[in-house]
Each structure stands twice: as C-alpha cells, then as structure tokens.
Nanobody, 118 residues
Framework: QVQLVESGGGLVQPGGTLRLSCTASGFTFSTYVMRWYRRAPGKERELVAA????????NYADSVKGRFSISRDNAKNTVYLQMNSLKPEDTAVYYCNAFSFETNNAYWGQGTQVTVSS
C-alpha cells in the first residue's frame, strides 16, 4: 500500500520558519522524483520545489527561490521542505508528490496546512 505522509505544517508569523517532512512507503522511494506542490485558497495548484532521485538536482518556483530548500534522505524514505522567511502569500495546503518517469506512476500525500499570519 502506497503512502505519503506529510507533517510539519502549522501557523507561523511572517518571517518565521517551518520544515515540512514527507515520509513514503509502499514503493521504491529512491527511484522517484519528489516534488512539493501547494494550493492556496482560490488559486491553482503550484509546483513549489522538486528534487531528483539521487538528490543532486533541485528546482524551485521563482516565488520561493532563496527562501525554500528541498532535500531528501533516501535511507529514510523522506523528503523535506525547509521554508524560511515565510510570507503571508505562502499560506496554502502543501502536498508531497512522487513521480516516476519510467512508469508514469504518481502518488500524492494528503496535504499539510501552512498558515503565515501575525
């Protein structure tokens, strides 16, 4: 049974930090590209960050470059999103996604709420 379980969301003041985690099970984690998406109220889903299978290559949305950092630990089947200098516009539900270019399989987590507000 495939599972992606996110954690680490919550309420934080502007300028604060949060670290999201997503732990996978039920598939070979190290063979999947891992991504973080977010959906803010009234907006379309946005790709926030992505990391290659071995972790050597990362990509970020322009809106989070320099503030967010994605990483992974294949030994722990976990991907992280370190979020610094948070802004109110970062408020959204954040989703973990696993994607295989070989099989076109894609898996999603249930999402974790991040709220940036004073």
């Amino acid at each position: 049974q495939v599972q992606l379980v996110e954690s680490g969301g919550g309420l934080v003041q502007p300028g604060g930090t949060l670290r999201l985690s997503c732990t996978a099970s039920g598939f070979t984690f190290s063979t999947y590209v891992m991504r973080w998406y977010r959906r803010a109220p009234g907006k379309e889903r946005e790709l926030v960050a992505a990391i290659a299978r071995a972790g050597g290559s990362t990509n970020y949305a322009d809106s989070v470059k320099g503030r967010f950092s994605i990483s992974r630990d294949n030994a722990k089947n976990t991907v992280y999103l370190q979020m610094n200098s948070l802004k109110p516009e970062d408020t959204a539900v954040y989703y973990c996604n696993a994607f295989s270019f070989e099989t076109n399989n894609a898996y999603w987590g249930q999402g974790t709420q991040v709220t940036v507000s004073s």
